[in-house]
């Protein structure tokens, strides 16, 4: 059974930080591109940031140079740190994984960026 498992969101002040993670099972992780994804209220889920299994990685524009993707095949883990959070970045942020034709999603962690 995969299970994409995220954690570290929660409540930050604008200007703050998070690092979120999503540890991976049941799948062979290192051949997975991963990615981020968020969904804010009313609005369509969007990729935040990406990294394929050879570490290349991207980023949509409104979070370049403020995030970071990366990820350690050791723990199948995929990370996201965040630096200067925004409001307009308050949303559920899920993980993703991709190889082929399979998709695999996590159930999403919370992030609010409010003072």
């Known amino acids: 059974q995969v299970q994409l498992v995220e954690s570290g969101g929660g409540l930050v002040q604008p200007g703050g930080s998070l690092r979120l993670s999503c540890a991976a099972s049941g799948i062979k992780f290192s051949i997975y591109a991963m990615g981020w994804y968020r969904q804010a209220p009313g609005k369509q889920r969007e990729l935040v940031a990406a990294?394929?299994?050879?570490?290349?990685?991207n980023y949509t524009d409104s979070v370049k140079g403020r995030f970071t993707i990366s990820r350690d095949n050791a723990k199948n883990t995929v990370y996201l740190q965040m630096a200067s959070l925004k409001p307009e970045d308050t949303a559920v942020y899920y993980c993703?994984?991709?190889?082929?034709?399979?998709?695999?999603w996590g159930q999403g962690t919370q992030v609010t960026v409010s003072s």
């Open positions: 993703n994984a991709k190889f082929s034709g399979s998709i695999y």
């Open positions: 990294i394929t299994r050879g570490d290349s990685t």
